[in-house]
């Protein structure tokens, strides 16, 4: 049974591959937002570079629980990060964001680079690609069309980055606080999370079994 759902998932892959598509739509990324991401990349973590680049260690799923597109792209794109996040504003003003959207009827959009620096995931930000899908929770379950499309995404980064080495879901980021990735320096700063779902990540797990990637360690 293994093998046919691998087999299937390869078919998926390759009968798709020409049909999908990566759409452009950058979020704000002035001379304010590079200015808060060096300090974020400074402050929390040590790195003291002169651009806001990254290394792709690892791939990170989220939901974004706004309803719609078009307003979760609204809430990411300001450079600063608004009044409505009181429990992160004081750990820094930057906004945040993530490299990837994914729609709920499986259109992808690319935010930002993905070698550019997004603040999705506490202590991972450096070397963390983050793709949002729109919607979670309860209320507004993610689709299957969402699903193919994490799929065909994690696929094309595996392929794209041979640096990339994990896969997880944002409630699993905690995981990594004893390992050689973590690099936040606040012991206190921490969030709750339960993105994209245990299933969805079951499921997308599932279909990439060939990508190899590493076991999320354990706390």
Known sequence: MKIYTLFLCSFFIISCAS???????????????KELTLEYLENRYGLKQDSPIITPKMIVLHWTVIPTFAKSFAAFNPAQLPNWRPDIKNISGLNVSSQFMVDRDGTIYRLLPETTMARHVIGLNHCAIGVENIGGGKDLPLTKAQLKSNIWLVHYLKKKYQTIEYLIGHYEYTNFENTELWL????????????????FMENVRNSVENLNFKPVPNK
Request: cysteine-free; overall charge positive.
């Open 19 to 33: 049909k999908q598509q990566i759409i452009e739509k950058p979020i704000l990324f002035n001379k304010q937002r």
């Open 184 to 199: 936040e320096k606040d012991k206190g700063y921490r969030t709750t999370k339960t993105d994209p779902g245990a299933s």
